[in-house]
Structure formats: structure tokens, C-alpha cells
């Protein structure tokens, strides 16, 4: 049955209805809910396996579907990415340190809508050059959604992203971008967080996606690990990521995966 509403643009993306926010609205809510109830959990000394397991209660007692569990035969209802790791961080037997920075990323399915979010989390204090790095990465992601509007392009919205990184001397990672998203994880577009203006498909109203910025206080290259999904950066630095599902609106972006406690920016007074 197609569960789908709305119409494609030229390019393949999905135009929904207004009717469909709502329930982009309860999958984002439920996503952010959920990495607001993880922050106090993130401290030195406890596993990325015990935090997941957490997360992976929580999706189930909400009555919701972990869209990752399964999903290309991942295994999680979370990513963690620790440091260098970029993104898709395994959770495992490996505990946090004073110190260390690590995203969380959480897809969830409420009524067939899929809410995808991850922000950083610190345990413990972090370096002032982590600090610096969650607080570009944060604001480039900021900087992107500031641009979404009908008739700006998907080109502005990475420009903005970009030219907010590159000026605070950090890099923004090219070899993954964010997706549109809605009765599906993944669809078209990719999200670049890189472009220049006036280029790819034009907005419009009713168009799903996430912006994700992944930023390095290094070069932009990465590779997989050998478990194959593990991403790093190729020089071992610092890596940051926050992503938000949105959608496009008359006059610009209705993010759907605000925090209700107002969690989204990490806080660094440990
Ligand atoms: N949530 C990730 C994203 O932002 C995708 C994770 S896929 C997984 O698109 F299989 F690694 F979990
Ligand atoms: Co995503
Ligand atoms: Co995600």
C-alpha cells in the first residue's frame, strides 16, 4: 500500500502536505525527547553499549521503531561517534573518559514518520578546542537552517554551513551529507554541507530533509573502519556532528526535532 502524499519535484523530492508536519512533528519530538533524557547519562566510566541499551528501552516503552535496528544490517538503536570518529559509531564495551565528545544519533518511526536527530554530548569537561569545535559545528548547522526558504537553493543552505566552518579554520567532511526524509529514512536529495550559491535544486515548501554537518578541527577526509561502519578521520582529529529533521515552510525552516529541554547545544559546566 503507498502510504505516500503529496507529489515529486523534477529532481525526486517529495512535496508533502500539510497535514504531514504533525506527524514529522511527534517521530522529531520523540527523537529529541530522547537524547535530552541521555545527556545525564553521558559522564567518564560508562559504556556507549549501556547508553544505547538506555536509548533502545526508551524507543520500545514510547511504542516507537529504532529505524537503525536493521537498517543495512546495523545493529543499534543509536550511533555514538567518539572523537575522531565521524559518524556511525558502533556502541560498544568501550567506557567515555574525563573529557571526551562523542555524538549521538537516534532515528525513530512514530505512524510510519521518521524523526532522525544527534547532537554532542560531553563527558566531563571538555578541551577549550572540543568546546570550540561543538560550538562552530553547532552554529554552521545553525547557519545552514537560517538559509532554508522557498526559492533559496540546497547550494545556499551548504555555503552557509561551509563558509561558517572555513572561516573559524576547521573543515567540513564531504564524504557523507544529509538526506530527505519523511514515510521514508533516506531519500533525495542529498544535503551537501558544502556548495556554492545558487546552485542545486531550488526549495519548496513541503520539502523533508536533515542537515547533519559533520566539521573537523583537521583535513576533511575520512575512511571506514574494517567493521565497516565506523567512519574516522583520516588524520585522527576531532570530529563534530548536530543534525535536525526540517521542514520547509512559506517563510522558512519548522525544525522538527527541537529539544523540550532545551538540551540541543551541549553544556560544558561539569
Ligand atoms: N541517523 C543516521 C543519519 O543521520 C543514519 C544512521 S544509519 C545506521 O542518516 F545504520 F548507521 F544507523
Ligand atoms: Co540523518
Ligand atoms: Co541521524
Redesign the pocket.
Known sequence: MDQHTGRLTRDGIRIHEDADFAGMHAAGRLAAEILDRTAPLVVPGVSTAELDAQITRWVEEAGATS??IG??G?A?AS?ISVNHVV??GIPGAKTLKDGDIANI???VIVDGWFG?T?RMFVAGKPSIKARNLMDVTHDALMRGIEAVRPGNTFGDVGFAIQAYAEAHRMSVVRDFC??GLGRV??APPNVLHYGRPGTGPVLEEGMFF?I?PMVNLGRPETKVLADD?TAVTRDKSLSAQF?HSIGVTATGADIFTLSPAGLFHPTYDA
Open positions: 529505524a537503525t537498517y543495512k546495523y543499534h550511533c559518524c556511525h544519533d537516534v532515528t532522525d544527534s544529509g538526506h529514512f533516506h536533515t547533519e561502519w543534525e
